[in-house]
């Protein structure tokens, strides 16, 4: 068996934020990009959520300008052959999505 790449992207809805995925199998997944943004598993993120745990002091939430406008994608780029680095409307760009992480997590339609 091949090793599972992508084989074409989509922006998707009618703000052309979410992202559909064709797959090298035949199957799809589509993704929203909060969705994708929330997930981001990147070091900042990971030590945010971690921060933002149970038991942790509460800290106060602040957007930025660019956090309080629709997030979209704003582009990506492939890293090696397993994965891609998203880049969002809000200045996140430092998360590695791989390509099994985007083939197994699939949103609604």
Not at 32 to 58: I, N, V
Request: hydrophobic share 35%; glycine share 8%; net charge neutral.
């Amino acid at each position: 068996m091949s090793e599972l790449q992508p084989v074409a992207l989509q922006r998707i809805g009618p703000d052309e934020s979410g992202l559909l995925i064709s797959w090298s199998d035949g199957s799809q997944t589509r993704h929203t990009a909060s969705a994708l943004r929330e997930a981001c598993p990147c070091a900042t993120c990971r030590e945010k959520k971690a921060a933002d745990a149970p038991g942790q002091p509460l800290q106060l939430p602040v957007l930025s300008m660019a956090e309080a406008r629709p997030l979209g994608i704003q582009g990506m780029r492939p890293v090696g052959n397993y994965a891609y680095n998203i880049a969002f409307s809000d200045g996140h760009d430092s998360g590695i999505y791989t390509f099994e992480y985007l083939h197994r997590q699939r949103q609604p339609s």
